[in-house]
């Protein structure tokens, strides 16, 4: 079993930036992820790294703006949004997978945090 924590979300300003977080407890040798839901949209992936956090993956649509971390000291891992646009604004969700490979599909993924809301203004 594990136990997703999300925070960091916040208002900002079109331009800002924000770090998110993601604790984990129980179990932590999972591969984990970021992905986002605006109102009306499906959910969206966003980032994933494996759990040495030997490696990463983000779309396009956010490579250069966002940055995936994990630090495993602390059962974490980090989502740096910078230069972020009002289009990002969405309820972020961390979740884990037991899958040693990156995965971007939502039904990979077998634990979800609760979301963290991220708001841009422009």
């Known amino acids: 079993q594990v136990q997703l924590v999300e925070s960091g979300g916040g208002l900002v300003q079109a331009g800002g930036s924000l770090r998110l977080s993601c604790a984990a407890s129980?179990?932590?040798?999972?591969?984990m992820a970021w992905f986002r839901q605006a109102p009306g949209k499906e959910r969206e992936f966003v980032a994933a790294?494996?759990?040495?956090?030997?490696?990463?993956y983000l779309p396009d649509s956010v490579k250069g703006r966002f940055t995936i971390s994990r630090d495993m000291a602390k059962n974490m891992i980090h989502l740096q949004v910078n230069s972020l646009k009002p289009e990002d604004t969405a309820v972020y969700y961390c979740?884990?997978?037991?899958?040693?490979?990156?995965?971007?599909?939502?039904?990979?993924?077998?634990?979800w945090g609760q979301g963290t809301q991220v708001t841009v203004s422009s």
């Open positions: 790294i494996t759990w040495r956090g030997d490696n990463a």
């Open positions: 979740a884990a997978t037991p899958a040693a490979t990156l995965q971007r599909g939502a039904d990979n993924y077998d634990y």
């Open positions: 129980g179990q932590t040798l999972y591969t």
